[in-house]
């Protein structure tokens, strides 16, 4: 095992090799330091190299982007039912969303839906069925509205989202279970 820093453990590198290492991080010094300002001039560079880009994309609103954006919230939302904690939810949402809904205030807007003792996990995996087609609505809204079709509870949900530098996020949810009546069993023929 190698010592680093004269400290047993810290590293993995053979015995011998220190001097080789500590003469070449030497000779690196300089241009580690010109590589390093060389990065930071463009990070700082970066933000006035692609204003329009940053500001002006539009999110996608195709099928796929419909998927990850839905998907994504109830997993979010799953994962706050599951540990009482609506931080991440409100974090993830439109800047006036979280100013609006702290996480207590989200923890008591899902209280029915966390009592259910609800893993929507597995909806996931469905292909939701749309009331309506997704569309942007008042405001520059993008709207999801349907269902999951799930049994013996079918998730409702009515989605908001607010295009905020080129990404869509959450600006309104409600996700409703419904109980669903078994399908009846088919008649048994008689001959």
Request: proline share 10%; charged share 15%.
């Amino acid at each position: 095992m190698g010592v680093c820093h004269d400290r047993p453990g810290v590293c993995h590198r053979p015995p011998g090799t220190g001097r080789v290492v500590g003469w070449l991080r030497a000779s690196l010094g300089p241009i580690r330091r010109l590589v390093g300002l060389c990065l930071v001039a463009v990070l700082l560079a970066a933000p006035t190299l692609w204003p329009a880009r940053a500001t002006a994309q539009t999110p996608a609103t195709d099928a796929a982007a419909v998927r990850i954006l839905l998907r994504s919230t109830l997993v979010a939302l799953n994962h706050a039912n599951i540990t009482g904690n609506y931080t991440v939810l409100r974090d993830l949402s439109a800047p006036s969303f979280a100013a609006d809904y702290s996480a207590a205030t989200l923890a008591l807007a899902f209280t029915s839906l966390r009592d259910r003792n609800l893993d929507l996990g597995p909806l996931t995996v469905l292909e939701p069925i749309m009331a309506e087609a997704p569309a942007i609505v008042d405001g520059g809204l993008f709207r999801l509205v349907g269902f999951f079709p799930s049994r013996p509870i079918q998730i409702n949900f009515d989605l908001y989202y607010q295009p905020i530098n080129g990404r869509w996020r959450l600006a309104g949810i409600a996700v409703d279970p419904f109980d669903v009546p078994p399908e009846p069993e088919p008649a048994a023929e008689t001959e």
